[in-house]
T-cell receptor, first 113, second 112 residues
Framework: DAGITQSPRHKVTETGTPVTLRCHQT?????MYWYRQDPGHGLRLIHY???????DKGEVSDGYSVSRSKTEDFLLTLESATSSQTSVYFC????????????FGPGTRLTVL | GQQVMQIPQYQHVQEGEDFTTYCNSS?????IQWYKQRPGGHPVFLIQ?????EVKKQKRLTFQFGEAKKNSSLHITATQTTDVGTYFC????????????FGQGTRLTINP
């Protein structure tokens, strides 16, 4: 498996609290992605990054923000968590673009009460 | 709405039976990728198809990309218990945002 870690692996939080998920890679891949996985929806792209400080929105970006200050780290922040953001969050990396295979991290299970 | 439709959503087979999952789009696709996710695990890349009518094989797995580049299939011959998991297709839609769009996945369970 590619060198991708996610932290925390599990988190339970309350509605209205801020939450930050971290993705760390040791592969020096340029592209990084945040997805959420929900039953019946597959994987949906939240935000992605194509380089340090270069980020853009995916199809379900409302309520989320990201930052990438170093090649190896991509942070996903829920400014004020809602129950609809209860999900499994996956980080992925790709060497150059979406035309290359993506390597996924182990995932973070987030529960918002 | 979902731009890449995958069917069936669930499939249960006896070990040794064949399995097929289909991925369909109303618009032309640039490429298609297939991923497998074991229960409790993360998606793992299997293969990418790019050319119209392309067929690729990996042991008991056969992947096809339609002639019109609007559909794809994954066929597993003689399933084994190690094939259990959810299979996802993912594609870049021509004329779209040039981002990979995932299908809903097909969850395969196997009776040994």
């Amino acid at each position: 498996d590619a060198g991708i870690t996610q932290s925390p692996r599990h988190k339970v939080t309350e509605t209205g609290t801020p939450v930050t998920l971290r993705c760390h890679q040791t592969e020096n891949h340029r592209y990084m992605y945040w997805y959420r996985q929900d039953p019946g929806h597959g994987l949906r792209l939240i935000h992605y990054s194509y380089g340090v400080k270069d980020t853009d929105k995916g199809e379900v970006s409302d309520g989320y923000s990201v930052s990438r200050s170093k090649t190896e780290d991509f942070l996903l922040t829920l400014e004020s968590a809602t129950s609809s953001q209860t999900s499994v969050y996956f980080c992925a990396i790709s060497w150059t673009s979406d035309y290359n295979e993506q390597f996924f991290g182990p995932g973070t299970r987030l529960t918002v009460l | 709405g979902q731009q890449v439709m995958q069917i069936p959503q669930y499939q249960h087979v006896q070990e040794g039976e064949d399995f097929t999952t289909y991925c369909n789009s109303s618009t032309t696709l640039s490429n298609i990728q297939w991923y497998k996710q074991r229960p409790g695990g993360h998606p793992v890349f299997l293969i990418q198809l790019v050319k119209s009518g392309e067929v690729k094989k990996q042991k008991r797995l056969t992947f096809q990309f339609g002639e019109a580049k609007k559909n794809s299939s994954l066929h597993i011959t003689a399933t084994q218990t190690t094939d259990v998991g959810t299979y996802f297709c993912a594609a870049i839609i021509i004329q779209g945002a040039q981002k990979l769009v995932f299908g809903q996945g097909t969850r395969l369970t196997i009776n040994p």
